[in-house]
């Protein structure tokens, strides 16, 4: 994501989890962007080689090559974080990057699910890839609406960082379907959550 920490809302609360593997990850990767600033590569480049790896990570899934589609999975979540550090050690973080940020996470997102779809299409877990789907989209709108009120949203588990690694345990361990069957039921559980935090917010106005 491309908000520099300091443009986040006062009493904004990352779930534990995040914040602990964000800040590791941020103290390891400052060589990376300084190598990948003297190489010119702009934010927008990750942000777009994200969608790609994603893109592949979906054809992977569709056709059964479950470890390769691990292996893209890494590298659109790998991609995806290293845009905005890149984005704010060269001081182009803004607003609206966050927003195209956001905006391709959801496209990324959705390339990953059609491929998993199409890789269960003859199957009931397919009613589970959609379930997955419809609460991962959940959990990124309940906060977008949130803060559309005013009201950070930052709570829960499943946040898109935490989707992408249970869908690369998944892939790896030969156990996609039961990581769908948790994407599914804890995505859900985070809308929920969230729905109650922005009620509890609104009432305490």
């Not at 080689?49 to 470890?67: C, D, Q, S």
């Not at 977008?144 to 898109?160: N, Q, T």
């Amino acid at each position: 994501m491309r908000y520099h920490a300091a443009t986040l809302p006062a009493g904004t609360k990352d779930n534990v989890l995040s914040r602990k593997y964000k800040a590791a990850f941020g103290v390891y990767i400052q060589p990376f962007n300084l190598v990948l600033h003297r190489l010119r590569v702009s934010p927008d480049h990750l942000t777009f080689a994200g969608i790609v790896f994603g893109g592949l990570a979906g054809l992977a899934f569709a056709r059964a090559r479950l470890v390769l589609a691990g292996v893209f999975l890494i590298l659109a979540g790998v991609s995806d974080m290293l845009d905005g550090s890149l984005a704010r050690a060269s001081g182009e973080a803004s607003p609206f990057g966050s927003y195209i940020d956001s905006v391709a996470d959801r496209f990324t997102e959705a390339l990953i699910f059609t491929g998993i779809a199409w890789h269960l299409r003859e199957k009931p877990e397919l009613l589970v890839v959609i379930a997955a789907l419809a609460g991962s989209f959940l959990v990124s709108y309940t906060k977008a609406r949130a803060e559309a009120l005013g009201v950070s949203c930052d709570v829960g588990l499943m946040e898109r960082p935490e989707r992408i690694i249970v869908l690369v345990a998944g892939a790896l361990l030969g156990l996609l379907v039961p990581a769908l069957w948790v994407l599914a039921v804890l995505t859900m559980l985070t809308a929920a959550q969230r729905v109650l935090h922005v009620r509890a917010a609104m009432k305490s106005r």
